[in-house]
């Protein structure tokens, strides 16, 4: 069924500007006049304007969306690039909201952008989001989602919903008075050891674009009462097999959010989602797998620096130097040490029975996988095992600045 | 029947979208599918043998929670099954 999200209100006038600029939405008999003033009319917020905000952001100021709010606290990176085209590579090194705000200005002056450079938190967001009649949910970690499902169903707002991993992308419409809300399908979120690791990390650049562009259409098809929404449904996309399903999805009468309504308030969602109180990254681009803190031991696993491994290098020293990344990441760049996936570390442990009793100096990208690693190696009897804090990246930061890093 | 994988857990099955496996019920066929991939185990289910709550499931286009039967549904071959994961990304920034 059609949702109309906006109140009756006056519809403000189109200029003859925006009159030529709309005409292809005009003269389409679902959208026509009214329909394009009822997008000049509304609000919404994107969360996030990563992979999945770059192009949802982009397509609802296209289409005339009068009001774009942008939430994110990061600046812009080289390597949000392959996929995130609201930034470019003259805006590296900016906020990313006023990276965003640039390029949405430079399509569609006619529209307001407002910026929120901040961490959505319990704290803030059911005040961020009272201004906005559908909020658009392009977050990556668990926290954020059950935070925007939960202000989303505590505000009455619908959320435009859309998730991807590697080639793999999810799509519907959450929380809106009918439908089922985010924890109807998920009513609590995995285990921190759960969660797909780095070591299974990356993403197809177009995929975000994709599934972006989805929300942007539920968005778009919300405002103007058109059409049936993913309320009640999930779109799951297969982007290798090119494979779209759709599965339905029911409202859970017991759900403690849209149900018995028993969650009354935001409540602490890192606490929620088993996840430590994030230090330098923010909830919206939580490390999965966070890098180990610079102390000498963790675990019972010493902790050595990357100026003390290349010392050891120097010296000569008798050690044996492993490491546990991925094959397709040895390719772009490795320290020449022995490789063993951290995945299949348990059942190859016998590759390094020979070095039992010799110092191990394990290393990743960036210091989290080998430190699982070393773990594993302890508790199978290695006497002597060593992390390298900061893993390659921090070897291309300090000795050898020539290195890539990926 | 056909028991769809989705990506985050073809780690476990040696990277197959799709496994077939016997079994006359839902779970039956479930623990077909952890008995031939055993690393899928702890993914599916807790410690003591329930489904994990963020795991679901779906019989063709229903997810079996608001089946009558849940995982006692009795299933043919013509029946697919399907897991859903919980997938958080917008990216996958890592460190």
Not at chain 1, 26 to 36: D, R, S, T, Y
Request: net charge negative; proline share 6%; hydrophobic share 40%.
């Amino acid at each position: 069924m059609a949702t109309a999200t906006l109140p009756e209100l006056e519809l403000p006038k189109l200029s003859n500007e925006e009159i030529s600029r709309y005409s292809r939405h005009l003269i389409l008999p679902e959208v026509g006049m009214e329909g394009q003033q009822k997008l000049k009319a509304a609000k919404v917020l994107c969360v996030g304007t990563g992979g999945l905000g770059a192009p949802l952001a982009l397509y609802l100021a296209a289409a005339g969306v009068g009001t774009l709010g942008l939430v994110d606290f990061d600046t812009v990176d080289a390597s949000n690039l392959q996929r995130q085209i609201i930034h470019s590579t003259a805006t590296v090194g900016k906020l990313k909201v006023d990276s965003a705000e640039i390029m949405l200005k430079g399509l569609n002056p006619f529209m307001n952008v407002v910026k929120h450079n901040t961490m959505l938190t319990s704290a803030n967001a059911l005040e961020i989001f009272k201004d906005y009649d559908i909020i658009a949910d392009g977050t990556d970690n668990f926290q954020t989602r059950y935070l925007v499902n939960d202000a989303c169903v505590l505000t009455g707002k619908p959320n435009a919903y859309g998730s991807i991993f590697r080639f793999e992308g999810q799509a519907s419409v959450f929380a809106t008075e009918a439908g089922p809300c985010y924890r109807c399908l998920y009513p609590e979120p995995p285990p921190p050891g759960l969660v797909p690791s780095c070591a299974e990390g990356g993403v197809l650049g177009i995929l975000p674009g994709l599934v972006g562009v989805i929300q942007a259409t539920e968005v778009i098809k919300l405002i103007l009462g058109i059409g049936d929404s993913l309320a009640g449904r999930l779109l799951l996309i297969d982007a290798l097999g090119m494979n779209f399903r759709t599965l339905k999805l029911r409202k859970n009468p017991d759900c403690p959010a849209c149900g018995t309504h028993e969650i009354k308030e935001l409540i602490d969602y890192d606490q929620f989602c088993g996840i430590e109180k994030p230090k330098s990254v923010g909830p919206l681009e939580v490390a999965h797998d966070k890098a180990v803190a610079e102390a000498p031991v963790v675990d019972g696993i010493p902790q050595i620096s990357v100026e003390t491994l290349k010392k050891k290098m120097d010296a000569k020293e008798d050690f044996f130097l492993l490491d546990v990344r991925e094959p397709h990441e040895y390719k772009i760049v490795n320290l020449g040490a022995p490789l063993i996936p951290v995945g299949e570390l348990g059942r190859r442990i016998d590759d390094l029975a020979g070095q039992k009793d010799r110092e191990i100096v394990i290393h990743c990208r960036s210091g989290a996988r080998s430190q699982k690693a070393a773990l594993i190696l302890k508790n199978a009897g290695f006497q002597h095992v060593e992390n390298l804090a900061g893993g390659i990246l921090a070897w291309a930061d300090k000795i050898d600045p020539t290195m890539p890093k990926y | 029947m056909k028991i769809h994988i989705p990506t985050p857990l073809r780690a476990y099955t040696g990277g197959q979208p799709t496994v077939s496996v016997p079994g006359a019920t839902v779970g039956e066929a479930l623990e077909q599918l952890v008995g031939a991939y055993p690393d899928l185990r702890q993914n599916l289910y807790t410690a003591d043998g329930k489904l994990r709550s963020f795991v679901n499931i779906y019989l063709n286009d229903d997810d079996i929670r608001y089946l009558p039967a849940k995982e006692a549904t009795e299933t043919g071959q013509e029946d697919e099954l399907t897991i859903i994961p919980s997938i958080a990304g917008g990216c996958c920034d890592c460190l």
